[in-house]
């Protein structure tokens, strides 16, 4: 069965309102930090991926950050490697920071890379240890209280961004590439880090000034005490949210990364639902937006 040809006065009522988002954000850097349940289906990453190659060639410059928490438990299962969590961050040995070396900087991150270059983009995959893009710095214990009792717990090789040089990406970028980067950098003191990945994605974006800082989440975005999605918010509307228990839970820790991206100096960063279709061209390119948008 044929398909019905789009109408063409709708066609051109798109363009018209893509047009003036277009030139907004024309040679800006966005940075999209990939994750969630849209990083593990076939068919939305393919879609990903042809957002993203839409972006550069409408003269946006597109950096992708990638996480890969469910792909590195996988895999560490399957070699018998046992893993645990405190506060939220994953207790990083010396063999399982090897592991999710191996699975961030190679599987996914070339995987996306692939991705990009199948729909006629032209992608680069690069980790923070790449020219000394991000040196981290260990990260602090976490406290937790097991049997009543307070604990202090080492997380091992997790790291904390502690400076990033944009040489690297500033070479890439305008030149029809699109830099995908995995969360790994190499410490002042040889050793290898895991950083979380919305963390990492934050002072790459702040370091470049990028416009747009986009966390794709498996989330609409900040919601309000109806569950009505909330458009945008300052920086200071945010404490006032966490304050009064509108905010709470796992959106805390991302709302708190989207301040922490602001303070590195990024002009707007959104939270969206990126299992959403084409949720990134629908957040940069329309009038309504998708998620929330957080600003200083």
């Known amino acids: 069965m044929a398909e019905t040809p789009a109408d063409p006065h709708e066609q051109a009522a798109i363009l ?82 090897e592991i999710v070396e191996m699975v961030l900087a190679g599987a996914i991150n070339k995987g996306i890379v692939g991705m990009i270059n199948a729909v006629g983009g032209k992608a680069i995959g690069l980790c923070g240890k790449d020219g000394n893009m991000v040196i981290a710095r260990k990260a602090a214990s976490v406290h937790t209280t097991v049997e009543g009792q307070g604990e202090e717990i080492d997380l091992g090789f997790v790291g904390e961004p502690a400076k990033v040089d944009t ?66 918010l300052s920086v200071a509307e945010i404490h006032d949210l966490i304050a009064d228990g509108t905010v709470t839970g796992g959106m805390i820790p991302k709302v708190q990364t989207c301040i922490y991206a602001i303070e590195q100096g990024v002009e707007g960063v959104v939270i969206l639902d990126g299992k959403q279709p084409h949720a990134v061209l629908v957040e940069l390119l329309t009038d309504h937006g998708a998620g929330t948008l957080i600003t200083r």
């Open 167 to 232: 040489m690297v990406l500033h070479q890439v970028l305008g030149r029809e590439l699109i830099p995908v980067l995995a969360p790994i950098a190499a410490g002042e003191d040889g050793e290898t880090y895991n950083v979380n990945a919305d963390t990492f994605a934050g002072a790459i974006a702040g370091a470049l000034g990028a416009k747009r800082l986009l966390f794709l989440t498996d989330v609409p975005g900040v919601l309000d005490k109806n569950k009505k999605l909330i458009k945008q």
């Open 16 to 97: 018209m309102q893509a047009l003036p988002h277009m030139l907004r954000y024309d040679d800006a850097i966005i940075v999209v930090k990939y994750g969630g349940h849209a990083m593990g289906d076939e068919d939305m990453a393919r879609e990903f991926a042809r957002d993203m190659v839409l972006l550069e060639q409408s003269g946006i410059n597109p950096v992708v950050v990638h996480g890969g928490g469910p792909q590195i438990g996988a895999m560490l299962k399957k070699l018998g490697i046992e893993s645990s969590f405190a506060g939220g961050l994953r207790v990083t040995d010396k063999a399982t920071v």
